[in-house]
């Protein structure tokens, strides 16, 4: 379907993705995105969660241990408009060496009319962007691992091109048997190699993000909290078109904020909450809440479910499939579709 004009793209670029936007001063924030369904069901973010799932491994590249040998992931999400992405990974391990994943993602913006200065249509174009992640992680001993992502990303917005390197470090310190792991990340460490236009220096989305993941001892569910963009405190925007009103219209007396209420909203911007309800060993059920996004896109005159996601997990046969739906904005939600086999599954008796 062809879009009515390249305004589209231009507003989703500068608004990708709210709930880690933090003044628009930085170029390839779609690696922002929560690619897989499993992190999208548990509010974009699952930084912590240390169950063999390649899919999150993708984020956090500590996350990646010997179990993931030989397993594969697709994911597809139907994002806001006509938008799409998804990736491909699969991770082996190397005995004595450590584990290493590789991944590739691309972001279909759609195809779009292009035109003349007096509106005439003179041909279409499409707009995308591409990623190659390359993983590596290795356990310093029972409770310690370390890992690293390397990524070359490149964006192709019809005539305007750019290309980066990128890289994240990680540390994960895990308890198997109480069934608890801390993580801490930095993430989009690297440089633009190619602008956008000449002169113009952008710098990648730089994160340092937190997070830990907890089950009680025979209880069926699982919470995950993780803590991000913890280089910057205030993450609030003020609109300078529509500032916040300081005296009261009717009696012209201050409106003072509580500061105990300013705290909170600060804080708040950096916690997304997670769990999942594990039924048997075949099925789960997802939630997630994540206080920045609904506070930077929900309407003042109807709240909604903006910020609120969820989705289920279920293993058929040998395949996981997982499933997400994320209440972005009352204008529209997303769908996110995942399946993860471990092709060892097939040939090992």
């Given at each position: 379907?062809?879009?009515?004009?390249f305004?589209?793209l231009?507003?989703?670029?500068?608004?990708?993705?709210?709930?880690?936007?933090?003044?628009g001063?930085a170029?390839?924030?779609?690696?922002?995105?929560?690619?897989?369904?499993?992190?999208?069901?548990l509010?974009?973010?699952?930084v912590?969660i240390?169950?063999?799932?390649l899919?999150?491994?993708?984020?956090?590249?500590?996350?990646?241990?010997?179990?993931m040998?030989?397993?594969?992931?697709?994911?597809?999400?139907?994002y806001?408009?006509?938008?799409?992405?998804?990736?491909?990974?699969?991770?082996?391990?190397f005995?004595?060496?450590g584990?290493?994943?590789?991944?590739?993602?691309?972001?279909?913006?759609?195809t779009?009319?292009?035109?003349?200065?007096?509106?005439?249509?003179?041909?279409?174009?499409?707009a995308?962007?591409?990623?190659?992640?390359?993983?590596?992680?290795r356990?310093?001993?029972?409770?310690?691992?370390?890992g690293?992502?390397a990524?070359?990303?490149?964006?192709?917005?019809?005539?305007?091109?750019?290309?980066?390197?990128?890289?994240d470090?990680?540390?994960?310190?895990?308890?198997?048997?109480?069934?608890?792991?801390?993580?801490?990340?930095a993430?989009?460490?690297?440089?633009?190699?190619?602008?956008?236009?000449y002169?113009?220096?952008?710098?990648?989305?730089?994160?340092?993000?937190a997070?830990?993941a907890?089950?009680?001892?025979?209880?069926p569910?699982?919470?995950?909290?993780?803590?991000?963009n913890?280089q910057?405190?205030d993450?609030?925007y003020?609109?300078?078109?529509?500032?916040?009103q300081?005296?009261?219209?009717?009696?012209?007396?201050?409106?003072?904020?509580?500061?105990?209420?300013?705290?909170?909203?600060?804080?708040?911007?950096?916690?997304?909450?997670?769990?999942?309800?594990?039924?048997?060993?075949?099925?789960?059920?997802?939630?997630?809440?994540?206080?920045d996004?609904?506070?930077?896109?929900?309407?003042?005159t109807?709240?909604?479910?903006?910020?609120?996601?969820?989705?289920?997990?279920?293993r058929?046969?040998?395949?996981?499939?997982?499933?997400?739906?994320?209440a972005?904005?009352?204008?529209?939600?997303?769908?996110?579709?995942?399946i993860?086999?471990?092709?060892?599954?097939?040939?090992?008796?």
């Amino acid at each position: 379907m062809l879009r009515k004009s390249f305004l589209t793209l231009s507003i989703f670029i500068v608004t990708i993705p709210a709930f880690a936007q933090i003044g628009g001063d930085a170029a390839f924030t779609s690696l922002d995105l929560p690619m897989s369904a499993r992190a999208a069901a548990l509010g974009g973010r699952a930084v912590a969660i240390n169950d063999n799932d390649l899919n999150l491994a993708t984020w956090n590249p500590a996350l990646l241990n010997s179990t993931m040998s030989s397993q594969m992931a697709l994911s597809f999400a139907d994002y806001i408009s006509d938008i799409k992405y998804g990736y491909a990974a699969f991770a082996w391990n190397f005995k004595k060496v450590g584990t290493f994943g590789l991944n590739a993602t691309r972001i279909d913006y759609g195809t779009f009319r292009e035109t003349d200065n007096t509106g005439a249509q003179i041909g279409t174009f499409t707009a995308g962007e591409y990623g190659i992640n390359a993983s590596f992680s290795r356990m310093l001993d029972s409770n310690f691992t370390i890992g690293v992502n390397a990524r070359f990303i490149q964006s192709n917005l019809y005539l305007w091109k750019a290309n980066g390197l990128g890289f994240d470090a990680a540390i994960l310190y895990a308890r198997p048997r109480h069934n608890f792991s801390a993580t801490i990340l930095a993430r989009n460490v690297g440089v633009m190699m190619d602008q956008y236009t000449y002169g113009d220096k952008e710098k990648l989305p730089f994160e340092v993000e937190a997070g830990l993941a907890f089950k009680p001892q025979h209880a069926p569910f699982r919470i995950s909290l993780s803590l991000v963009n913890l280089q910057k405190w205030d993450l609030t925007y003020t609109d300078p078109n529509n500032p916040p009103q300081l005296v009261d219209p009717l009696t012209g007396d201050s409106i003072k904020t509580s500061k105990f209420r300013s705290f909170n909203d600060k804080l708040g911007r950096h916690i997304v909450v997670g769990g999942e309800l594990l039924i048997g060993k075949a099925v789960s059920l997802r939630f997630g809440y994540n206080y920045d996004r609904r506070k930077e896109l929900m309407l003042s005159t109807r709240h909604g479910a903006t910020g609120f996601t969820f989705g289920a997990g279920v293993r058929i046969y040998k395949f996981n499939i997982s499933y997400a739906h994320c209440a972005y904005h009352l204008a529209g939600s997303t769908n996110t579709f995942t399946i993860t086999t471990q092709l060892s599954d097939f040939y090992h008796h």
